[in-house]
């Protein structure tokens, strides 16, 4: 019996944290600089657990897809990671969900662990040739990202490492992709907002009562959060960062949003919480019950 999905509400919408796998990374690789001793409890022997995995927003009859995990695989890189992906549709079949009934998918970026169940092949990191995809998982949804991120990795970030594959990825999506601008509504009570700066079209998910009643949010905040750490310390710097200082600015401002639960989804153990301001400081409070990776 696994435990359930974590989950949270706001009015009669769920958000539901539908997991693909984790990812067990080298610290000092992911990122450089930090002085782990000074962050007790955030290594696992040594090593930084990221989860990956989608959140599955249910508003008003509709069924959105955040971010699409890693995909089918387990691979082993060697110094940098050893990353494990595949149960997302089993995680949405414990919904009682199945691929056609995702009207909408939504990518707050193209980074390859938030892509991975675009189409039926895996696009393994580091890999000299992939498959072609015959077809998109979620084949009924619409996918929607922001026209900055989609032109970045069709562009000059094409051959960067640790973006989207152009026969598993992109040329699934040509012709198939919408572009979302910051502001717009993409179902009832859930908006989307430029948080550019870790890629340069990054989106973060923004969900509402959609009633109207009730100032509270829950903000997905795709990968301006990897670990609690960067709520300890907001100087730490993420190897993946496109542009490091800009992502720094759009974290902290995160951390000051009032009455906003954050949903981040490579939190191992905690998906959903808040932030609090103590003093100085900030620390992270989870919010309910994460299963461990695994
Ligand atoms: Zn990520």
């Known amino acids: 019996m696994t435990a359930p999905a974590p989950r949270i509400t706001v009015g009669e919408t769920s958000i539901i944290y539908l997991a693909d796998g984790y990812g067990v990374h080298n610290p000092d690789t992911m990122m450089p600089g930090v002085d782990w001793a000074a962050h007790p409890g955030v290594l696992e022997d040594g090593q930084l657990v990221l989860t990956f995995g989608s959140f599955l927003i249910r508003a008003a009859g509709h069924n959105v897809l955040v971010d699409l995990g890693l995909g089918d695989m387990d691979v082993n890189i060697p110094g940098f990671a050893h990353v494990k992906g595949g149960r997302l549709l089993e995680s949405l079949a414990a919904e009682g969900l199945s691929a056609d009934d995702i009207d909408t998918v939504v990518y707050t970026h193209l980074h390859l662990d938030h892509i991975g169940w675009t189409s039926d092949v895996a696009p393994v990191p580091n890999a000299s040739e992939t498959k072609s995809a015959t077809g998109l998982t979620f084949a ?28 598993a990825t992109i040329k699934p999506l040509e012709g198939v992709v919408e572009f979302i601008r910051s502001g717009e509504t993409i179902a009832p009570g859930v908006t989307v907002e430029d948080t550019s700066g870790h890629t340069p079209g990054h989106l973060g998910v923004v969900v509402q009562d959609p009633s109207g009643a009730g100032s509270g949010a829950v903000f997905i905040a795709g990968d301006i959060f990897h670990a609690p750490v960067e709520i300890d310390d907001p100087t730490c710097v993420f190897a993946s960062d496109v542009d490091a200082e800009k992502a720094r600015v759009v974290r902290e401002s995160l951390m000051r949003r009032p009455d906003t639960v954050i949903a981040a989804g490579h939190f191992n153990n905690a998906v959903f919480g808040r932030v609090t301001a103590v003093g100085g400081t900030h620390t992270w409070t989870p919010i309910g019950h994460t299963p461990a990776a695994g």
Do not use: C, F, I, N
């Not at 009924?140 to 026969?167: F, I």
């Open 140 to 167: 009924r949804a619409r996918h929607l990202m922001a026209e900055a991120e989609w032109r970045y990795w069709t562009g000059e970030g094409a051959a960067e490492m640790g973006g989207p594959d152009a026969q």
